[in-house]
Nanobody, 111 residues
Framework: QVQLVESGGGLVQPGGSLRLSCAAS????????MGWYRQAPGKQRELVAT???????NYADSVKGRFTISRDNAKNTVSLQMNSLKPEDTAVYYC?????WGQGTQVTVSS
């Protein structure tokens, strides 16, 4: 069992930045892919970004060039730097490692 705790969500104006972090309660094998997903009201949960143990990354087309995912294997954390935020980025963001999910953190982009 792995508990994931997200932090860093909040309210930001369009064009602003936020950094989300997710900490795992125990060591995560390097071979395991870590990722971020999001779910907006009335929509299905969707992939935002993933990162493999060798730091190979994958991004949704809607966030490419604006978001950056990173991981710290020594600290068992995965982060998501979000720049140039848009209102359509508003959602609950979830950290994912294997079959485990965090509780979610709200990101609201609004003026």
């Amino acid at each position: 069992q792995v508990q994931l705790v997200e932090s860093g969500g909040g309210l930001v104006q369009p064009g602003g930045s936020l950094r989300l972090s997710c900490a795992a309660s125990r060591s995560v094998p390097i071979i395991v892919t870590m990722g971020w997903y999001r779910q907006a009201p009335g929509k299905q949960r969707e992939l935002v970004a993933t990162i493999t143990g060798s730091s190979s990354t994958n991004y949704a087309d809607s966030v490419k060039g604006r978001f950056t995912i990173s991981r710290d294997n020594a600290k068992n954390t995965v982060s998501l730097q979000m720049n140039s935020l848009k209102p359509e980025d508003t959602a609950v963001y979830y950290c994912n490692i294997n079959t485990f999910w965090g509780q979610g953190t709200q990101v609201t982009v609004s003026s």
